[in-house]
């Protein structure tokens, strides 16, 4: 029955009194869905503030005993000025005791209000560069980015007079010259033109330049006997300025970024390129963010569609599709660097300068297809080929480096890790619709953070007095436009809330993932099978993620990219670099073959991995490293403690939901319950996880996303023609910012095995850590079968012991030298594929019983926050007006 002081006791949001049937997400009775649910009267009333189980259930965190899940005392700063506004002084409230998870209450609060001020922040900036005026120009007008400047300071194709010259030309010095080839041009006063000229005028005839000021200096003394002029004037001294226009000859010249005129003798076009457009290149790439986002939205969808593939092809063959992508990119990027690295025949055809060189090196046919030479003089484009040949080459070894990894035996434990998040995510198929809102959030995002990011780049003001006289600055005919860098912190924050933004959707996404593997891992298994799935928990993590752990995202958001470069680095060097147990090929082949490669590859990984130890000892902080504190054996709780690169993850997250923590607590909290165990430090710390097939599908949904973007702008007419109002004048600008769109919408999908992996191991050891020190139920009652083999090594150093000799040292027994246990862990592993068949029979068997059943009532009943069909168990009537079921009720 409910305990009399239940209506106290389940209020001010810790659930429902029994008569709404706990509707506020804290599960039906009877305890069967772990963190959702639970025997009312097993929730014994507290104390005030009180937190449900003693100290000894943070035994493994000495700074916390005596403290409640809430408490930050053994952290930084005041605890008590921090905690006033996120804690309800006087709320009355317990933990599960089954499984531990703690009843919802509001986390980072304060993170919440602070990271709302920012974005606020982020639209005022906006709307003040976007509004603001000098004289009678606006501030910011993003039209500057893709359009030149005349003489007077007109834009290009926007302003009056010269709507319809949209092109940039630098004129003649000498007005009189003609010819296809300027002697000298003049870089300081451009011209507007309608269309990139040539020597013949047929295109146009003449163009109307300004030349350079010239002026006449006088001195004019009075006339003999007329006197002292007035006011005593001895002598008046004149200055004379005069600034000519006229129309000038045309010389060739071509399109060239955007909408300029360069000349097409490439000694005059580098003198334009190093002048006037050295620093406009930049300001024209971000200009393109203009108007291709309907591209943008195509790759969008696509990556959306081959993040669905992907997930269903690591499901069903993870080693040979991430083998196979590994061995197919490892070519491309050999290949690709020696398209690019062809280029250095440049310099013995440009040396020569014979045509028989050309034509032997096929050298025209090359330029046409190296984008860079499109782009650059070909001195240049020869050096940024060597580079990015130089750059791929290097991936590329590193890519060679992981498939010694994982062409051997490496990558078992990922097949293991990939089955564990089948299990979990199949059974709840509403996991799979996260990603790809996601995706669609993230793009519309991005293209509301670039839009508006034009505005800051295109603030400046135009200085129309240029003419110097004795220090003193006068108007003449021209004017110039600058970019106003006062800009340029306000551009910084900018950005660091771009990125904050987009994190915080991927931190939403992962938060979701966390919420449904909790509900899912936490419900109780009926033999072998887990027969209750908790339905649409993505709907109410999202809806528990807004109302009480808005503020932890926020926080997390704000830290999470920048540790994640140094988590992936170190990833990046352990695993594209060979170690000693490097191979090529599985063990154990009878091929000659086969074992000279792997012998090889262990020569050179042994020789690797010796200068990696060197640096890591020389170079790495202890910050950098999977550790709490490898060099101390005190727990240090600092910021910026030792293993900080780890503890700031996605992670965090599990422990925020199972303790409602605040997130620097449970970030402290999931980083020590990690590492405490081998199998979670082993797949979650030291790399032996999914990380692998991440970068494999992050990369490959990235980089075709990137070719159809590319493939897409070059076909389009109207993104490539200059004269056309949509004209994109850096696709390559482009191409980046679609491999970062695509590879981002892409990360999302592969939480759904990554961190669906990460967060069963999770449980798994919160669940073993709550159980030994609370004496919550045991792991038996939740593992699934799918992780067995991933935990077998703490089975053995732990459960053996503890189920065998109790809390006694292992070595006072005899029976420690006995295998008969270790013979039936051997074997109960055997057995595994067995157990699996069984499962999917049973399941399938239930779901067609319970489709016979659902056919037969269409009520339903609220539980835990979750809207389930009607129970096939019967139900009886309790004191309070609640109700408890007669037997163990289970989802079906």
Request: net charge negative.
């Amino acid at each position: 029955s409910v305990p009399a002081m239940a209506d106290s006791h389940y209020q001010e949001g810790y659930g429902a009194v029994p008569s709404d049937h706990y509707a506020s997400g804290y599960g039906p009775p009877g305890g069967d869905y772990g963190g959702y649910g639970g025997d009312p009267g097993g929730y014994a009333p507290v104390t005030p503030g009180g937190y449900g189980p003693g100290p000894q259930e943070y035994g493994d965190y000495p700074q916390y005993e005596g403290t409640h899940p809430g408490d930050v005392s053994g952290l930084d700063g005041n605890a008590d000025d921090y905690q006033q506004y996120t804690e309800r002084k006087g709320a009355l409230s317990t933990i599960d005791p089954e499984n531990g998870i703690a009843p919802r209450r509001c986390t980072d609060c304060v993170c919440l209000f602070v990271f709302l001020a920012y974005v606020a922040g982020m639209i005022l900036l906006v709307n003040v560069c976007r509004d603001s005026t000098i004289g009678d120009r606006q501030w910011s007008d993003i039209r500057r980015l893709t359009h030149g400047h005349d003489y007077t300071g007109r834009l290009c194709g926007v302003d009056e007079d010269v709507t319809d010259k949209p092109f940039l030309y630098w004129c003649r010095t000498n007005w009189t010259e003609t010819g296809s080839v300027p002697t000298t041009l003049n870089l300081d006063y451009p011209s507007c033109v309608k269309t990139c000229p040539t020597a013949d005028g047929k295109v146009v005839p003449s163009i109307r330049c300004l030349f350079n000021l010239t002026y006449n200096e006088m001195s004019l003394t009075p006339k003999p006997g007329s006197g002292v002029e007035p006011f005593g004037t001895i002598a008046t001294y004149h200055l004379q300025f005069q600034q000519s226009e006229a129309e000038t000859p045309p010389y060739d010249t071509e399109p060239f970024g955007g909408r300029f005129c360069t000349p097409v003798d490439q000694t005059m076009k580098e003198k334009v390129e190093t002048g006037p457009l050295r620093h406009v290149r930049f300001f024209v790439s971000v200009g393109s963010l203009q108007d291709p986002w309907l591209v943008l939205f195509q790759a969008s969808l696509i990556s959306i569609v081959l993040g669905y593939v992907y997930v269903f092809l690591i499901f069903e063959c993870p080693r040979i599709f991430t083998i196979s992508f590994l061995y197919a990119t490892w070519a491309l990027l050999t290949v690709s660097g020696g398209f690019f690295f062809y280029a250095v025949v440049g310099l013995l055809v440009n040396q020569g300068g014979k045509e028989a060189l050309k034509t032997t090196f096929k050298w025209d046919a090359y330029t046409e297809y190296n984008p860079f030479f499109e782009e650059h003089s070909p001195e240049t484009s020869i050096l940024i080929s060597v580079v990015v040949a130089a750059v791929l080459w290097c991936i590329g070894c590193g890519i060679l480096g992981t498939i010694t990894h994982v062409a051997g035996d490496g990558f078992m434990y990922v097949a293991d890790l990939v089955d564990a998040a089948k299990e979990c995510s199949m059974q709840m198929k509403s996991m799979l619709v996260p990603p790809g809102i996601e995706a669609i959030f993230k793009f519309v995002m991005m293209w509301t953070l670039g839009y508006n990011f034009m505005y800051l780049m295109s603030v400046g003001f135009y200085e129309d007095r240029r003419l110097m006289v004795n220090g003193q600055k006068f108007k003449d005919a021209t004017a110039v436009y600058h970019f106003d860098t006062s800009i340029i912190p306000w551009m910084v924050y900018y950005l660091f809330g771009c990125v904050w933004l987009m994190e915080l959707i991927t931190s939403c996404g992962q938060f979701l993932v966390s919420f449904a593997v909790i509900s899912w891992y936490f419900m109780k298994k009926e033999g072998h099978v887990k027969t209750g799935v908790p339905p649409l928990p993505p709907l109410h993590g999202a809806i528990t993620g807004v109302m009480f752990h808005a503020g932890s995202l926020c926080l997390g958001a704000a830290v999470h990219p920048w540790i994640r470069l140094i988590r992936l680095f170190n990833w990046i060097e352990d695993e594209s670099v060979p170690d000693k147990e490097a191979r090529c090929c599985p063990e154990g082949q009878e091929n000659c073959v086969a074992n000279c490669t792997n012998a090889i590859c262990q020569c050179v990984g042994g020789l690797c991995s010796k200068v990696t130890e060197a640096r890591k000892r020389c170079f790495t902080p202890p910050q950098c490293l999977p550790s709490p504190d490898p060099k101390h054996g005190h727990r240090s709780d600092g910021l910026m403690n030792p293993g900080c690169s780890y503890r700031y993850s996605k992670n965090a997250y599990n422990d925020v939901i199972i303790r409602s923590q605040h997130y620097l607590q449970a970030s402290q909290r999931a980083f020590r319950l990690i590492h405490k165990y081998q199998s979670t430090r082993e797949h979650m710390l030291l790399g032996n996880g999914c990380q692998v097939v991440t970068v494999v599908g992050v990369m490959s949904i990235a980089i075709i996303g990137t070719i159809f973007t590319h493939l897409s702008i070059m076909s389009n007419s109207a993104l490539t023609n200059p004269a056309s109002p949509s004209f994109i004048a850096e696709p390559m600008f482009i191409d980046a910012l679609a491999f970062l769109l695509c590879a981002n919408i892409a990360y999302g999908f592969m939480m759904i095995f990554d961190h669906t992996a990460d967060t069963l191991l999770y449980c798994y050891a919160w669940n073993k850590k709550f159980s030994q020190d609370s004496g919550g139920h045991p792991v038996e009652d939740y593992l699934p079968e799918s992780m067995r083999d991933l935990v077998d090594l703490d089975v053995e150093d732990d459960d053996e012991k503890g189920a065998l000799y109790g809390k006694a040292r292992p070595e006072m027994y005899l029976g420690t030298f006995f295998t008969s246990r270790r013979a039936q862990i051997k074997a109960d592993k055997d057995k595994d594929k067995a157990r699996q068949s069984q499962i999917q029979m049973t399941t399938a068997t239930m779901g067609a019983a319970n489709a016979g059943a659902s056919s037969m009532s269409g009520a339903s009943r609220q539980f835990g926050g979750f809207a389930t069909g009607t129970s096939q168990v019967p139900y009886q009537a309790v004191a309070s007006g609640g109700y408890t079921p007669s037997a163990a009720y289970h989802y079906s």
